[in-house]
């Protein structure tokens, strides 16, 4: 079986000392705001997308970018993880059986924004699927799977550095 791979980017967006993750209706797992790069879009920009039409929220992406560049090259905002997604498992996952049939290529980025109020567009899950955690409800709560616990732990940290 062929395996689709779509890009995406994902963005842990930090406001007072907390991240936003929501119960994502589809996975049932707790994710932060992100998807699909859209056709002449650029990474960063999908992220900054993303976040307003599932939250409502204006941020600003924490990232480093290259100095280096030219007339026809542009240094682009670095996201902080680069990584691969299976979307589509048909059997026991990690099994030697298990066929992916549908991956994401994620760009995670880490964003501050400065203040909590969710208010998502039409269309997007509501506003009381999304909550706010800290670095120790991360650590200390079950809900979430490991990356997405400690990819947001540091999100707050990076934020908190970068923005004081």
């Known amino acids: 079986m062929e395996t689709t791979r779509h890009f995406t980017a994902t963005t842990y ?9 929501h119960l994502h ?9 992100g998807g699909h790069v859209d056709r002449g879009e650029l990474p960063h920009e999908a992220a900054l997308r993303e ?5 409502g ?3 600003t992406i924490v990232a480093e970018r290259d100095e ?5 090259v542009e240094p682009l905002p670095q996201p902080q993880h680069f990584q691969l997604a299976d979307v589509n498992v048909h059997g026991e996952p990690g099994a030697p059986d298990a066929d ?3 991956q994401h290529v994620d760009l995670v980025y ?3 924004a400065e ?7 039409d269309g997007e899950e509501p506003a009381d699927a999304w909550e706010w955690f800290d670095a120790d409800e991360l650590a200390d709560d079950g809900r979430f799977d490991e990356d997405v616990a400690e990819i947001g732990q540091r999100a707050i940290r990076t934020v908190a550095e970068r923005t004081d």
Not at 13 to 21: E, N, P, S
């Open 13 to 21: 967006v930090v406001a007072d000392g907390a991240v936003a993750l």
């Open 25 to 33: 209706d589809r996975t049932g797992k707790w994710l932060p705001p």
């Open 51 to 55: 976040i307003e039409e599932e939250t």
């Open 57 to 59: 929220l204006e941020a």
């Open 68 to 72: 280096i560049g030219s007339p026809t």
């Open 100 to 102: 992916v049939s549908h």
């Open 110 to 112: 880490y964003a501050a």
């Open 115 to 121: 203040e909590r109020a969710i208010d998502p567009a």
